[in-house]
């Protein structure tokens, strides 16, 4: 049910400045990923390190949730906004006056802490003024409207990189953000009215969200399938630049090619939740994950990388994360109207957190085959499955004690 819009006009810009905002954090994730081999040759390190930057920032993105959402919960939505915009632009002017590694790796962190407004703000201004199926809807619209974000910053950072240089990725940032922020203090109308803020401590917030054993079950869900996401990301141009030797430009076509299979699962768990439960549906994209994952590994246990495999198996894994984000999103915070604010903090910090200390993992492990990434991949699956099990078991016991 539609709650605090007067049009579908309304509704439709709303949509797109989340997306738009989302989109900032999610092209500085990926847009570095084809001048990887020009960035290790700037900073004299191995290219397998720069993994790191990915850890850096997905860490504080979703570290930072866990202050913007309680927070928002508070003051509202858009001036937690407009701060978090602000930080991020102080992160990539940093980036681009960055001269060593390691000041490059805190600029990164300080992106992170930035964007990490747009992580929990798209989780929650969604159910601020959706419940129910359309909530789902409007998390599926979401889903494949960000998308496009990292279909286009590879492509872009490619291009760029190749005829400019590094830098001129973070110049593009620097000048989208700018953008972004001043969208958001133009158009963007508060969803959280005065009178719906709430005052109660932070922990009491967090605890009363927690303590739900159905929302811990969709969290561990969420943070598994997107760690394997994030790990791809993080090796892929590792794997393809500096394993392969591809020139950047092709490393960024290659890059984007599994992104439509995350679109195509994003459109059907709009479509399949509504003929088949949302619980069954996440069981669907279980099983593309894992057909994903064993693609990978398989040619990696005999030290190969192998483009048909590597690109084809992280196909099959995002349309199963297409499939799982909405579902476990929408079926994690539908209980919690008036903590939107915690449970959207609770949903993105700790699956990105998490997806930052695989990445992490990633960059310490050889990067000579895809393997190491199979095996991540392959233990997120495994986790995915256990967290579907605790949510059958939960709506077991749910309904026992309902009876």
């Known amino acids: 049910m539609l709650k605090n819009s007067s049009s579908t006009d309304n509704m439709s810009k709303l949509l797109f400045l989340i997306v738009i905002l989302v989109a900032v954090g999610q092209m500085t994730q990926t847009m570095y990923v084809p001048a990887i081999p020009q960035m290790s040759h700037f900073f004299s390190i191995q290219s397998s390190y720069l993994q790191a930057v990915m850890a850096a920032y997905l860490i504080s993105y979703g570290a930072s949730q866990f202050v913007y959402g309680p927070l928002s919960d508070r003051i509202g939505r858009r001036p937690v906004i407009l701060i978090g915009m602000s930080i991020f632009l102080i992160g990539t002017i940093c980036a681009i006056l960055a001269q060593n590694f390691y000041f490059f790796l805190v600029a990164s962190f300080i992106q992170g802490c930035g964007t990490g407004c747009g992580g929990a703000m798209s989780r929650t201004v969604t159910r601020d003024v959706y419940d129910g199926a359309q909530l789902h809807k409007a998390n599926s619209l979401i889903s494949m409207g960000v998308i496009f974000s990292p279909l286009i910053a590879p492509v872009l950072g490619g291009f760029l990189s190749s ?158 994360a297409g499939i799982l984000f909405p579902a476990a999103t929408t079926a994690a915070i539908q209980p919690f109207p008036h903590h939107a604010g915690t449970a959207g903090a609770i949903l993105g910090g700790v699956q990105n957190l998490g997806a930052g200390l695989a990445t992490l993992a990633g960059s310490l492990m050889h990067a000579h085959s895809q393997f190491s990434l199979g095996a991540i991949l392959s233990v997120m699956s495994i986790l995915v499955f256990f967290s579907l099990l605790m949510v059958r078991k939960n709506l077991s016991v749910d309904s026992v004690l309902a009876s």
């Open 163 to 320: 005829h400019i240089g590094w830098r001129s990725s973070y110049f593009f940032l620097l000048i989208f953000g700018a953008f972004v922020t001043l969208a958001m203090l133009t158009s963007f109308i508060e969803t959280m009215p005065a009178e719906r803020r709430r005052k109660e401590g932070v922990w009491v917030s967090y605890r009363y969200v927690f303590s739900n054993r159905q929302f811990q079950a969709y969290v561990l869900c969420l943070i598994a399938t997107f760690a394997g996401v994030a790990a791809f990301e993080a090796a892929a141009g590792v794997l393809l630049g500096s394993v392969l030797k591809l020139s950047p430009t092709t490393v960024s076509l290659l890059f984007i090619l599994p992104l439509p299979g995350y679109l195509a699962g994003s459109w059907l768990s709009s479509t399949l939740v509504q003929r088949m439960g949302a619980n069954r549906v996440l069981w669907v994209g279980l099983v593309a994950i894992a057909i994903g994952s064993v693609t990978i590994i398989i040619p990696g246990m005999a030290g190969l990388v192998t483009i048909p495999t590597l690109i084809g198996g992280a196909f099959f894994y995002f349309l199963g």
